[in-house]
């Protein structure tokens, strides 16, 4: 159990430092082709943070273990959104921008909604067992092409915005986003399996580790 621990904690490790050289590098990139601040910050940083999470539960499905992805959202969202903002505003008082209320908290809340009700199959459709189908997939990734098109609409408010000079040239920009995603990949086929074997050495589900982790707030931490 002991290797098992010490396994777990490198491919945190691994996770933590591949999303964070995949985001420079990203960005990086990202800025050398000349595309907009607003554009990197919401989608490549966006989705850079949330590398880890896409990884462990890509992996884990791959493995057969489901309890482990819907653990490892959950987990992710409830930290967010409780832990990590109300950390950061005890630190500092957090600025809310009308547009966030107006447009983007109703977008999360809708969204989230949504994944409740596709989730409710025994009590909807009089189904065996609950379940986030194929069909659910599809709707679920539609919402997220509406998300899409609001980012390039903030885009195009933003085009007057002034550039910034990229961090890295772009060859040694494209290195980080390869090195990044080495390290996600690596990193998180080290979590789920040694995560599995915990829960099994431990007799808890998968769920319970990964919705229980403090691995989200150690990431935030070292992004800012």
């Known amino acids: 159990m002991i290797w098992n621990i010490l396994l777990l904690i490198v491919g945190f490790v691994l996770l933590i430092k591949g999303a964070d050289v995949f985001v420079d590098g990203a960005s990086s990139s990202a800025q050398n082709f000349k595309v907009s601040k607003i554009l990197i910050g919401l989608t490549i940083v966006a989705f850079g943070t949330s590398a880890p999470e896409l990884a462990v539960s890509l992996s884990a499905l791959a493995s057969g273990s489901t309890d482990m992805v819907l653990g490892n959202v959950i987990g992710s969202c409830i930290l967010n959104v409780l832990l990590i903002i109300g950390v950061a505003a005890v630190i500092h008082p957090i600025d809310i921008k009308d547009n966030t209320i107006k447009k983007e908290l109703p977008l999360t809340l809708l969204i989230s909604t949504l994944l409740v009700v596709l989730m409710l199959d025994i009590k909807i459709n009089n189904e065996a067992i609950n379940q986030v189908t194929r069909s659910d997939a599809i709707v ?9 098109y609001y980012l390039i609409s903030l885009v195009k408010k933003k085009k007057g ?7 890295f040239g772009l060859f040694i920009s494209l290195i980080l986003v390869g090195v990044g995603l080495v390290g996600i990949v690596f ?13 099994t050495a431990l007799g808890v589900s998968d769920r319970f580790i990964h919705t229980n982790r403090f691995c989200r707030f150690i990431t935030c931490i070292c992004y800012n």
Request: hydrophobic residues 55%.
């Open 140 to 148: 679920i990734l539609l919402f997220f092409l509406v998300f899409v």
């Open 161 to 167: 915005e002034k550039e910034e000079k990229p961090k």
């Open 187 to 199: 990193g998180s086929d080290m979590v789920v399996d040694n995560a599995k074997a915990l829960a």
